[in-house]
Nanobody, 114 residues
Framework: QVQLVESGGGLAQPGGSLRLSCAASTSILSANDMGWFRQAPGKQRELVAV??????LTYAESVKGRFTISGDNANTVTLQMNRLKPEDTAVYYC?????????WGQGTQVTVSS
């Protein structure tokens, strides 16, 4: 069992930045993939960014060039979000696929508003 805890959400102005962190209760270096999803009110959960095994990065078109995902150490995945837009407002979830099982964090709210 792996627990994932997100932090770093909050309120930002359009054009601002936030940094989300996901702390895992165990090493996730051997994960098949690790990433971030988000869900806005009334919308389906969508992929934001993912690190695939081997290090390949994938981003949603809507965040390319603005968001950066990284695996900082054996237990942490971060999402640096720059040039935020109101449409980035959502609950952001950390996701890890490890040893055939999928794990989710509890989510952290990101609100972009002036």
């Amino acid at each position: 069992q792996v627990q994932l805890v997100e932090s770093g959400g909050g309120l930002a102005q359009p054009g601002g930045s936030l940094r989300l962190s996901c702390a895992a209760s165990t090493s996730i270096l051997s994960a098949n993939d690790m990433g971030w999803f988000r869900q806005a009110p009334g919308k389906q959960r969508e992929l934001v960014a993912v690190i695939l095994r081997g290090g390949r990065l994938t981003y949603a078109e809507s965040v390319k060039g603005r968001f950066t995902i990284s695996g900082d150490n054996a237990n942490t995945v971060t999402l640096q979000m720059n040039r935020l837009k109101p449409e980035d407002t959502a609950v952001y979830y950390c996701n890890v696929n490890l040893n055939g099982l999928e794990y989710w964090g509890q989510g952290t709210q990101v609100t972009v508003s002036s």
